[in-house]
């Protein structure tokens, strides 16, 4: 009886715990009868309830991890005709939900992001595209590829601008996605040495962690920078700096051998931009020169495509041939598929100039707007082989000319802000990080002129946690003196005691 009492007493003490044994024990053993007849999906439970807690109450940690695994995710298609990145998107979809809700009933976001010129045409951009996907000519594919965009942005910008206050996440962000990233290069560059005279085999090392070697290279074009800064700083532990110099190494290496000369061209141009802002350039004389340099290209383009025809050495192994390469627009298959892709995409936005066709849909509608003097050996005549190959053409045939517009000044505002704070931070390593960040995300913009990949994992998880670091940096660090209005003066104070704290572990990868 009294052996009875004392157990009856443990459980009621312990019922939590009782509880849980229980409920583990059922799943097990059902699980195992649901094994027995092929039926796997089950196993997910355990650790979709372990993400529901981490991400819950672990954002910061969640976003990381997600960061972590986004080089190793693989393409799968777990419902019919609609593929997943596995395992990054769905723990996409699960963090936007979490942090959705966690707004909704806590009321703490901060909506500085939501008034900051870059948040601001962010909002636009989500609405212009829902907008277009009401009007699409495949609803279904546009709120598809709208809800991708969307559970892209909320944990990458609107959640990481959040957890972007302190620069360690900042560099802890970078380092997850780096550390990954080097992995793939390292594996990808041991199958290129046993590869090196087989051109279309360099093109698919990097498979099955990247489709393509020009999203491989423009991903590895887009840490070149950040790495650079992290690798030449001043750190207190010797052992960081070697890793962060060993890191770049790495990713030079994966750069030259990605074979992507859109890449190269994209870090090239980053170093001019380099340069140009170290000089004192102001933006809006880099505007007169982009915009002058467009003018006598449309001035003078019949003369140029005629020099550009006359070069006629294609894609090859051979490093200093395929720069060669760049400008043959006769014969090279990728850059006459690239022209056959734009002028398809602009006979698409002659149609419909106002709304376009639908976000995500030219891939699906573009092969009836080709011309055969303009296909090249990789064409196929239904148009099926994916996008229009240029983050600035492809919204205009998909929604119209805001879409361009609006991907411009999505650009435009993050580079402004990041040279903004490069020259008005009060701490000049953070000056300096924002100067590496907006180096990175140049490469991005000059390398959307020739490839969109916004609508990938791989490639909008970096792009847009280094549009958010900048924002953060902008909102939340301290700015030099003579750029303080009275208000902001009264915290300058208490922002640069904050960022002190947070600068004490400023060496930690």
């Keep these: 009886m009294g052996n009875g009492g004392g157990i009856k007493k443990w459980i009621t003490e312990n019922k939590t715990a009782m509880v849980a044994v229980v409920t583990a024990l059922t799943f097990a053993v059902f699980n195992s009868i649901m094994i027995s007849k092929d039926f796997f999906l089950l196993m997910t ?35 019919p005709k609609m593929e997943l990145s596995i395992p990054v998107e769905p723990m996409m979809i699960l963090f936007s939900g979490i942090f959705i809700f966690r707004i909704l009933v806590a009321k703490t976001y901060d909506t500085a992001i939501l008034k900051h010129p870059v948040g601001i ?5 989500l609405v212009w595209m829902l907008i277009t996907s009401i009007t699409s000519e495949m609803p279904m594919v546009s709120f598809k590829y709208l809800a991708a965009r969307i559970w892209f942005m909320i944990p990458f910008f609107f959640a990481a601008t959040q957890i972007f206050k302190s620069t360690k996440r900042i560099r802890q962000f970078f380092w997850c996605y780096a550390f990954s990233l080097i992995v793939v290069i390292l594996i990808s560059t041991i199958k290129t040495v046993s590869n090196f005279s087989d051109l279309q085999t360099l093109h698919r090392v990097m498979k099955p962690f990247y489709n393509d070697h020009t999203a491989y290279g423009v991903a590895i074009g887009l840490f070149v920078p950040v790495a650079f800064y992290f690798a ?56 007169v020169i982009a915009s002058v340099g467009v003018a006598l290209f449309f001035t003078y383009q019949a003369d140029v495509l005629y020099k550009l025809g006359k070069n006629n050495q294609d894609s090859s192994y051979n490093l200093a041939d395929q720069v060669r390469s760049i400008s043959n627009i006769s014969t090279d298959a990728s850059n ?14 002659e149609e419909r100039p106002l709304v376009g066709w639908g976000p995500g849909t030219y891939q699906f509608i573009y092969g009836k707007y080709q011309r055969s003097y303009q296909l090249s050996t990789i064409s196929t005549n239904s148009g099926n082989l994916g996008n229009a190959h240029s983050e600035y053409i492809g919204p205009l045939a998909d929604e119209g000319v805001m879409g361009t517009v609006l991907v411009v000044l999505v650009f435009g505002f993050s580079f402004a802000t990041g040279i903004k704070v490069y020259r008005t931070a009060y701490d000049k390593s953070v000056a300096n990080m924002a100067l590496a960040f907006t180096l990175g995300l140049f490469t991005y913009y000059v390398h959307g002129i020739f490839n969109n990949f916004l609508d990938t994992d791989k490639l909008s998880v970096p792009f847009w946690g280094f549009t958010a670091a900048l924002v953060a940096l902008d909102l939340y660090f301290p700015k030099k003196e003579k750029q303080l209005t009275n208000e902001d003066k009264q915290l300058q104070q208490k922002m640069v005691d904050i960022t002190s704290e947070n600068e004490k572990n400023n060496n930690i990868l």
């Excluded at 045409?121 to 951009?125: D, P």
């Excluded at 990605?258 to 802002?277: E, L």
């Excluded at 006459?336 to 936005?349: I, K």
């Design 121 to 125: 045409s962010i909002m636009v951009m």
């Design 45 to 79: 439970i355990p650790l979709l309830g372990l993400l529901v807690v981490l991400f819950t109450f672990k954002i910061e940690t969640a976003l990381l991890i997600t960061a972590l695994l986004t080089p190793f995710a693989i393409d799968i298609a777990l419902i």
């Design 336 to 349: 006459v598929e690239r022209l056959n892709r734009w002028a398809s995409a602009l006979r698409m936005f």
């Design 232 to 287: 030449i700083e001043k750190h207190r532990n010797p052992l960081i700096k070697v890793l962060s110099i060993v890191a770049l190494g790495i990713l030079v290496m994966g750069l030259i051998f990605s074979y992507s000369r859109a890449a190269w061209i994209s870090v090239v141009g980053a170093i001019a931009v380099y340069y140009a802002i170290k000089f004192g350039m102001k933006i809006k004389w880099m505007l």
